[in-house]
């Protein structure tokens, strides 16, 4: 009842306001015309006129009314600078904090109840951190004050720190404000107008957020450097930790720039994606695809051939591969580039000093401006009972640990359902393993829709692998009798143990940041499964900055490299300018066969997130090259604004999707809509006129009927 009364008294307050016409007083012509009025009654009743104005400015700012900007304005004019900051900041902060109550009141108790689990890390942070984050929005007015008002009062940040805080964050603007009402109540004549006070008092209001933000970013600064000694001079521009994709592009930069760089890379050149991921993996993934197409030339006229390989050759072909590969991520090509490459063991000492330990055993300390982390990621092993007592492998390392065998695992259980469990699945199936996948969710690729995943499914299994879904592992176990057999039991929702005997169990159930090692402890440096980091990529010292899986949010090599751009940026130039990362469009592809490429949302998020969308479906089995090819398999699924052509997300199943759904992620990024798809010129027959034929089939369904209807009527005529 009481909720109702207050919400009863907000509404009749604020029609009152409106209907009684306080809108248009409180606007600059309506206090200009008065101004002499307000002259008159202030000189006559002082205090009276005082404490009305007191009383106004608190109901306006308790009930979120427009306004208060006119009302500091008129402090200044009618009270003088310090009278009237006296009166504005302490009304303005009391009336806040009505409003902050009433929101509290009102509607925090079912926000939180329903959000609470999206809520507990916003309310770890205001916990935390609240009372600067509040100074921070107050100082710098980045959202009206009434909304900051309101939000703030669900989040569980305490009244008294929200009144105090919110007392001393606006006062700096508030003093601008009355300042400037100050100035605008002494133009008495036009050459009042271009008085220096007065075009002091407006640039102050131009300037202001800016010269609040870096002194706010001054205070930060100092405030997270306290206790640490900075040099005076430095021996480098940029340290970089760790040479995969992000600390090979960020270094490349530096060096282009023409700063002095080091990148230190502990063990190989090129990182993961080079030595132990997508090169060798899509390497294995060809080698299993020809093998399959041999196995099933029947689809393009030729007889099948029973497949007869060594194993230890396919091993062999994949490190060549990677041989061809590595002179382009090589010591010899960064150190021509200008990069100074130092093969060891980075430490940090400080934020500003690297203690560097050769693998030649020898060790030195470096000076730097700023320092890129880029160390990347590692296999993650999940805690599972009695692993130490068998042989696993992972996707780090089963390259070299099976590089010696004759032929495949011939027994091989993959754990994990993502897309490195579904690629590597598909591609020992393929070359005559007897794979079992295991996945303790409902469903393979959780990140897709879920006609995506039962697809995938789809696929796997008529390659012969067995896929297991909901089912968790409980332990491993070697035989005790015959110490060769190795065995992982696992368990259904109905807690039913099954064992699986194994020649070779890979563990495939994603990566985590390598986030220890080199130092991070020794500045209390915030990791929470990755390195935290701000938009600009920098942790909580600004000159320590993070790229790639350590930073997180995507696990991608070409995510890697496009945070590495922003990282070098801002760490060179960010005194000068610094850009957030965009984060708008990323790619990403599961590389079985066919491929699946997404960009943008999915039709699952796009439901998750309450957007309205509309959804349009090609079928890549109408396509003529497809056709051809004997690939007449999967579609292409593009979301869009509801009656509009912007593209929201798109899906694609097929054979070549990774190269296919580079079209649309250039339209997304340069806000190109399905009609500029339609109307470009696509090569036939070519798998890319599969983009061009699902804008077609989006235009089909928004053809203008009424519009046709008249055209038809216009051909019967000239008929006639």
Same mark, same amino acid.
Request: aromatic share 10%; hydrophobic share 45%.
């Given at each position: 009842?009481?909720?109702?009364?207050?919400?009863?008294?907000?509404? +009749?307050?604020?029609?009152? /306001?409106?209907?009684?016409?306080?809108?248009?007083?409180?606007?600059?012509?309506?206090?200009?015309?008065?101004?002499g009025q307000f002259y008159e009654w202030r000189n006559q009743s002082p205090l009276l006129v005082g404490g009305l104005f007191f009383l106004a400015y608190l109901l306006v700012a308790a009930f979120s009314l427009p306004g208060a900007a006119i009302m500091t304005l008129l402090a200044g004019a009618l009270f003088g600078l310090w009278w009237g900051l006296l009166l504005a900041s302490f009304a303005s902060s009391i009336g806040a904090l009505f409003a902050f109550l009433a929101s509290r009141f009102l509607f925090r108790d079912s926000f939180q109840s329903k959000f609470a689990g999206k809520l507990k890390s916003i309310n770890e942070g205001v916990e935390k951190d609240g009372g600067f984050y509040l100074f921070t929005l107050? +100082?710098?007015?980045?959202?009206?004050?009434?909304?900051?008002?309101?939000?703030?009062?669900?989040?569980?940040?305490?009244?008294?720190?929200?009144?105090?805080?919110?007392?001393?964050?606006?006062? $700096?603007?508030? /003093?601008?404000?009355?300042?400037?009402?100050?100035?605008?109540?002494?133009?008495?004549?036009?050459?009042?107008?271009?008085?220096?006070? +007065?075009?002091?008092?407006?640039?102050?209001?131009?300037? /202001?957020?800016?010269?609040?933000?870096?002194?706010?970013?001054?205070? #930060? $600064?100092?405030?997270?450097?306290?206790?640490?000694?900075?040099?005076?001079?430095?021996?480098?521009?940029?340290?970089?930790?760790? $040479?995969?994709?992000?600390?090979?592009?960020?270094?490349?930069?530096?060096?282009?720039?023409?700063?002095?760089?080091?990148?230190?890379?502990?063990?190989?050149?090129?990182?993961?994606?080079?030595?132990?991921?997508?090169?060798?993996?899509?390497?294995?993934?060809?080698?299993?695809?020809?093998?399959?197409?041999?196995?099933?030339?029947?689809?393009?006229?030729?007889?099948?051939?029973?497949?007869?390989?060594?194993?230890?050759?396919?091993?062999?072909?994949?490190?060549?591969?990677?041989?061809?590969?590595?002179?382009?991520?090589?010591?010899?090509?960064?150190?021509?580039? %200008?990069?100074?490459?130092? #093969?060891?063991?980075?430490?940090?000492?400080?934020?500003?000093?690297?203690?560097?330990?050769g693998n030649d055993g020898q060790v030195q300390r470096l000076t730097t401006r700023n320092i890129v982390i880029a160390a990347g990621s590692r296999p993650f092993i999940p805690p599972i009972d009695g692993l130490e007592t068998v042989d696993y492998l992972t996707s780090d390392n089963l390259w070299e640990k099976l590089s010696h065998q004759s032929s495949p695992p011939k027994h091989l259980v993959i754990i994990g359902g993502g897309p490195i469990g579904c690629e590597l699945s598909q591609a020992f199936a393929r070359l005559g393993s007897n794979v079992t996948q295991i996945e303790r969710g409902s469903r393979l690729l959780k990140k897709e829709d879920l006609e995506v995943a039962d697809y995938t499914q789809q696929c796997?299994?008529?390659?012969?692998?067995?896929?297991?879904?909901?089912?968790?592992?409980?332990?491993?176990?070697?035989?005790?009798?015959?110490?060769?057999?190795?065995?992982?039991?696992?368990?259904?929702?109905?807690?039913?143990?099954?064992?699986?005997? /194994?020649?070779?169990?890979?563990?495939?159930?994603?990566?985590?940041?390598?986030?220890?090692?080199?130092?991070?402890?020794?500045?209390?440096?915030?990791?929470?499964?990755?390195?935290?980091?701000?938009?600009?990529?920098?942790?909580?010292?600004?000159?320590?900055?993070?790229?790639?899986?350590?930073?997180?949010?995507?696990?991608?090599?070409?995510? $890697?490299?496009?945070?590495?751009?922003?990282?070098?940026?801002?760490?060179?130039?960010? %005194?000068?300018?610094?850009?957030?990362?965009?984060?708008?469009?990323?790619?990403?592809?599961?590389?079985?066969?066919?491929?699946?490429?997404?960009?943008?949302?999915?039709?699952?998020?796009?439901?998750?997130?309450?957007?309205?969308?509309?959804?349009?479906?090609?079928?890549?089995?109408?396509?003529?090259?497809?056709?051809?090819?004997?690939?007449?398999?999967?579609?292409?699924?593009?979301?869009?604004?509801?009656?509009?052509?912007?593209?929201?997300?798109?899906?694609?199943?097929?054979?070549?999707?990774?190269?296919?759904?580079?079209?649309?992620?250039?339209?997304?990024?340069?806000?190109?809509?399905?009609?500029?798809?339609?109307?470009?010129?696509?090569?036939?027959?070519?798998?890319?006129?599969?983009?061009?034929?699902?804008?077609?089939?989006?235009?089909?369904?928004?053809?203008?009927?009424?519009?046709?209807?008249?055209?038809?009527?216009?051909?019967?005529?000239?008929?006639?």
């Amino acid at each position: 009842m009481k909720k109702i009364l207050i919400v009863l008294v907000v509404v +009749l307050v604020i029609a009152g /306001f409106f209907f009684f016409g306080f809108d248009d007083l409180l606007t600059l012509e309506g206090i200009q015309s008065r101004l002499g009025q307000f002259y008159e009654w202030r000189n006559q009743s002082p205090l009276l006129v005082g404490g009305l104005f007191f009383l106004a400015y608190l109901l306006v700012a308790a009930f979120s009314l427009p306004g208060a900007a006119i009302m500091t304005l008129l402090a200044g004019a009618l009270f003088g600078l310090w009278w009237g900051l006296l009166l504005a900041s302490f009304a303005s902060s009391i009336g806040a904090l009505f409003a902050f109550l009433a929101s509290r009141f009102l509607f925090r108790d079912s926000f939180q109840s329903k959000f609470a689990g999206k809520l507990k890390s916003i309310n770890e942070g205001v916990e935390k951190d609240g009372g600067f984050y509040l100074f921070t929005l107050r +100082l710098l007015p980045l959202f009206p004050f009434f909304i900051v008002n309101i939000l703030m009062g669900l989040t569980t940040i305490k009244a008294w720190t929200y009144y105090w805080v919110s007392q001393i964050g606006m006062l $700096a603007g508030t /003093f601008v404000y009355v300042n400037a009402g100050v100035q605008l109540a002494q133009i008495e004549s036009l050459k009042d107008i271009i008085s220096p006070a +007065l075009l002091g008092s407006f640039a102050l209001l131009a300037i /202001f957020p800016l010269l609040a933000k870096k002194a706010l970013d001054w205070y #930060k $600064a100092r405030q997270v450097y306290k206790g640490w000694n900075k040099p005076k001079t430095f021996d480098r521009n940029m340290v970089v930790i760790g $040479a995969g994709a992000g600390g090979l592009v960020s270094s490349y930069i530096a060096a282009t720039v023409k700063a002095k760089v080091t990148l230190v890379e502990a063990n190989k050149m090129g990182g993961d994606c080079l030595n132990y991921g997508c090169v060798p993996s899509k390497s294995l993934i060809k080698s299993a695809k020809v093998a399959h197409n041999m196995r099933h030339a029947e689809a393009f006229g030729l007889q099948n051939v029973e497949v007869d390989y060594d194993f230890k050759a396919v091993m062999s072909r994949i490190q060549q591969v990677i041989k061809k590969i590595e002179p382009n991520d090589s010591v010899e090509r960064y150190t021509g580039l %200008g990069v100074d490459v130092i #093969k060891g063991y980075a430490t940090i000492i400080d934020p500003w000093t690297m203690e560097v330990k050769g693998n030649d055993g020898q060790v030195q300390r470096l000076t730097t401006r700023n320092i890129v982390i880029a160390a990347g990621s590692r296999p993650f092993i999940p805690p599972i009972d009695g692993l130490e007592t068998v042989d696993y492998l992972t996707s780090d390392n089963l390259w070299e640990k099976l590089s010696h065998q004759s032929s495949p695992p011939k027994h091989l259980v993959i754990i994990g359902g993502g897309p490195i469990g579904c690629e590597l699945s598909q591609a020992f199936a393929r070359l005559g393993s007897n794979v079992t996948q295991i996945e303790r969710g409902s469903r393979l690729l959780k990140k897709e829709d879920l006609e995506v995943a039962d697809y995938t499914q789809q696929c796997l299994e008529a390659d012969g692998v067995t896929v297991l879904l909901n089912h968790d592992t409980v332990r491993c176990e070697r035989d005790k009798i015959n110490n060769e057999l190795q065995r992982l039991i696992i368990k259904d929702k109905q807690g039913l143990e099954t064992a699986l005997e /194994f020649d070779a169990l890979i563990l495939a159930v994603g990566r985590e940041a390598r986030t220890t090692g080199y130092g991070l402890e020794n500045l209390g440096i915030d990791t929470e499964g990755t390195i935290v980091t701000n938009d600009y990529l920098q942790t909580k010292f600004p000159n320590i900055l993070a790229a790639g899986d350590v930073a997180g949010p995507y696990q991608f090599t070409h995510v $890697a490299s496009h945070q590495a751009w922003y990282a070098a940026v801002n760490a060179l130039f960010g %005194g000068l300018k610094k850009f957030k990362v965009d984060y708008r469009v990323i790619p990403w592809v599961t590389f079985i066969d066919p491929e699946i490429a997404r960009v943008g949302l999915s039709e699952t998020e796009a439901n998750e997130q309450d957007i309205d969308f509309e959804v349009t479906r090609y079928d890549i089995s109408d396509l003529d090259r497809a056709i051809t090819e004997s690939q007449a398999t999967g579609w292409v699924k593009v979301l869009t604004v509801p009656n509009k052509d912007k593209i929201l997300g798109v899906t694609i199943v097929g054979h070549h999707a990774g190269e296919l759904i580079a079209e649309y992620v250039l339209a997304m990024k340069h806000n190109l809509g399905l009609n500029k798809v339609l109307g470009t010129i696509h090569t036939y027959p070519t798998m890319s006129e599969a983009n061009k034929y699902a804008a077609g089939e989006w235009k089909r369904n928004h053809a203008p009927e009424t519009l046709l209807k008249w055209v038809e009527k216009y051909h019967r005529f000239k008929r006639s």
